[in-house]
């Protein structure tokens, strides 16, 4: 019972918070899938050749095996837009259960997957383009970057990304590829069909290693699956239900086509055909050509080459994405941040994300196979730090379930331990995610109640004790999960040495700007601060109460810092309410990260607080009634340290005493209370 008020509380909140958004401008199962499948349904038409490079005629049965581990993925990655519905992917989620600098590294590794996917995706439609129009062909390099200087041109101008339009390019997508393979299946005979598997396997010997490198190369064929997890701020609630309904539909839709075009491709055209450094590239239009004949070639060729270049515009629209969170978390410089007053578009951001790509393709003269070779850093890497965020957070649901399991076990009042923790869920939950216009959000930092709670009870019915079965399965499919792909990014960071090379050039420069920015900002008396959630007791500690509506946030952090005399801080800034409005697709939509009057006081309070040697927290609110009571009820500070000016706002706020203090600038009060 205690379980399902829980539930129902936070259900009530997520059906509040979806009251800030007009449901047709959320993303349903369906638009969720064409978002997704648009970006990782394009890459059948160019891993065919590029792992055959790799594996020869094996290419097929190795994309039949990360199937497997795909299919996995899927499991986590639904989690995680759950978990985090700010967005951001992987800087969030590692930021959030690692730390700020695991964040930012994964930020470099997904900027390094959206450059290669912009690079490798743009050239790849040129060359599919080339089918129709053959006189192309000796400049496809050179259109390919013009190409990607008008979709920097466009995003310049303010073009904005369109589930609609994915829709209509993964549904094209999808019955080009299903028309491929009736059509093949219509040519050949299920005799011959089956022939194909052990044909896979002629003049190859299995070793560790060809499994090894054939399983970690893969990995290609599924790129993508990330975007979903960059969609969380615009889908319908609950997410968690949607997410897992539109990557159900990816899985039936690329398990459908993929493991399947990859073995057409790769053993029934001709060797020639496969190998040539060109041809390799256009192998899905050959296939098609082979067995439906002309029309079907071109017909394949020209939405091939239409969905490519969307593929590429997403990826550029991605990139300039997380480079502007990036700045925002102020890991990267301000401007950055700055937009153009003719069309208020982040210009600096779009000329990197159009730029970088562009230099990628110069650099390898626009070879596919070699921008192949390159790609598995960032997108390993990016997959290892989500699926180990995901795994760390579970693991502290676990940990806080145990406890509560304890407090039960030692006899405390089963109503009571649920009742408290529903308060402290249902505090925090409403201040962190109600107010911060994020629809159906979670626990903030990634937990969530009902699995706590699913965690820590006793089961009583068959119901709850398969529910209990399939969460504890559920964390050790997902650490198996990490540790495969940690195994295929251990893999390629060896047998891939220029993916090594590159991806990790550029995200070790990412890091050293990011170092350099920190250390700038740390000389100019401000460090930046990533804002957390607060969800445990911190007995015996200071609450700062820092505001955006008065001057005196400096005395409030020096006297909380002078007063409290070894024992940990939390600086909990209050800021103000913004009107809401609906994210766009790929935005990350923390209120924190755009308010830079809060970080510029929480940096101040990080370097004066760090030289005190103390422990602290920092905590940012939207501004609403009742708001620091609420917080103060979740850490049970000892002091609570506010300016006089603010007493009102904390009024909700039941100290035992209040001592004032007259500081320089002003009066702050101490609000004081033994639990």
């Known amino acids: 019972m205690a379980q399902d008020s829980v539930t129902k509380n936070a259900a009530d909140i997520s059906h509040g918070e979806e009251e800030h958004y007009s449901s047709k401008n959320l993303l349903g199962p369906l638009l969720?899938?064409?978002?997704?499948?648009?970006?990782?349904?394009?890459?059948?038409?160019?891993?065919?050749?590029?792992?055959y490079g790799t594996v020869g005629s094996l290419a097929g049965f190795f994309v039949f095996l990360t199937m497997s581990v795909f299919v996995l993925l899927t499991l986590k990655y639904a989690e995680v837009t759950q978990r985090f519905p700010q967005g951001g992917g992987v800087v969030t989620v590692a930021a959030q259960a690692i730390n700020r600098w695991v964040g930012a590294l994964g930020g470099m590794f997904i900027l390094v997957d959206y450059f290669l996917t912009a690079a490798i995706s743009c050239l790849s439609g040129m060359i599919y383009l080339s089918v129709v129009v053959p006189a192309i062909g000796p400049v496809v390099l050179e259109i390919t970057i013009v190409v990607l200087i008008l979709l920097g041109i466009l995003n310049w101008v303010g073009i904005s990304e369109s589930a609609k339009v994915s829709l209509v390019g993964a549904v094209i997508a999808f019955a080009s590829d299903i028309?491929?393979?009736?059509?093949?299946?219509?040519?050949?005979?299920f005799s011959f069909f089956?022939?194909?598997?052990?044909?896979?396997?002629?003049?190859?010997?299995?070793?560790p290693t060809t499994i090894l490198v054939g399983f970690a190369g893969s990995f290609l064929a599924f790129s993508g699956l990330e975007s979903i997890s960059q969609l969380s701020p615009v889908m319908k609630t609950?997410?968690?239900?949607?997410?897992?309904m539109a990557l159900l539909l990816v899985v039936l839709t690329i398990g459908l086509t993929s493991p399947l075009l990859t073995m057409?491709?790769?053993?029934?055209?001709?060797?020639?055909?496969?190998?040539?450094p060109y041809l390799s590239g256009q192998v899905i239009s050959l296939l098609g050509g082979k067995y439906g004949g002309f029309i079907l070639q071109t017909e394949v060729a020209i939405s091939a080459s239409a969905l490519l270049v969307f593929a590429s515009n997403t990826a550029?629209?991605?990139?300039?994405?997380?480079?502007?969170?990036?700045s925002r978390m102020e890991f990267f410089p301000s401007f950055v941040l700055k937009r153009n007053k003719l069309r208020g578009t982040p210009h600096y951001s779009i000329a990197f994300a159009t730029g970088i790509p562009i230099v990628v393709l110069i650099a390898v003269r626009g070879?596919?196979?070699?921008?192949?070779?390159?790609?598995?850093?960032?997108?390993?890497?990016?997959?290892s730090l989500t699926c180990l965020g995901l795994d760390i957070v579970r693991r502290r649901e676990r940990k806080v379930a145990r406890n509560l399991a304890r407090q039960l076990q030692n006899g405390a009042n089963r109503s009571d331990v649920a009742k408290d923790l529903a308060q402290d869920v249902n505090e925090v939950l409403h201040n962190a995610a109600t107010k911060s216009n994020l629809n159906g959000a979670s626990y903030p930092g990634g937990l969530e109640p009902e699995a706590i709670l699913a965690l820590a009870a006793p089961a009583t019915t068959l119901r709850a004790r398969l529910h209990d079965l399939w969460i504890r399965v559920?964390?050790?499919?997902?650490?198996?999960?990490?540790?495969?792909?940690?195994?295929?990014w251990s893999t390629n960071l060896v047998s891939k040495p220029l993916a090594t090379a590159f991806g990790g050039s550029v995200a070790g420069l990412g890091m050293l700007i990011a170092l350099v920015n920190y250390r700038l900002q740390r000389q100019r008396g401000h460090t930046p601060v990533v804002a957390t959630a607060i969800t445990r007791r911190i007995p015996d500690s200071v609450l700062a109460v820092l505001t955006a509506r008065n001057g005196h946030n400096d005395m409030v952090i020096r006297s909380a810092i002078s007063s409290a005399e070894g024992r940990p801080i939390v600086f909990l800034y209050v800021g103000k309410q913004k009107p809401a409005r609906t994210p766009r697709m790929f935005e990350v939509v923390d209120p924190y990260l755009e308010d830079q009057q809060a970080k510029e006081y929480f940096g101040k309070a990080e370097n004066l607080a760090s030289k005190s040697k103390l422990s602290r927290s920092f905590v940012y609110r939207p501004e609403e009634p009742g708001v620091v009571a609420s917080v103060w009820q979740v850490v049970h500070p000892h002091d609570t340290v506010v300016a006089v000016e603010n007493a009102e706002e904390v009024k909700d706020v039941n100290p035992d005493r209040i001592r004032y203090e007259l500081v320089p600038g002003g009066k702050v009060a101490h609000l004081l209370k033994r639990w």
């Open 32 to 51: 969720c899938w064409a978002v997704v499948f648009a970006d990782i349904g394009t890459s059948v038409y160019y891993v065919p050749g590029i792992l």
């Open 179 to 189: 028309a491929i393979l009736i059509t093949v299946f219509s040519h050949i005979s």
């Open 367 to 383: 070879n596919i196979n070699i921008l192949g070779d390159m790609y598995a850093f960032g997108l390993l890497g990016a997959f």
């Open 238 to 244: 609950p997410r968690k239900k949607v997410a897992g």
């Open 316 to 326: 550029i629209i991605g990139a300039y994405h997380v480079f502007m969170a990036l």
């Open 474 to 488: 559920d964390f050790w499919l997902g650490v198996l999960t990490t540790v495969l792909v940690i195994i295929a």
């Open 194 to 207: 089956l022939s194909l598997f052990p044909k896979m396997f002629e003049n190859h010997v299995l070793g």
């Open 264 to 276: 057409f491709s790769t053993l029934l055209l001709s060797g020639h055909q496969v190998t040539d």
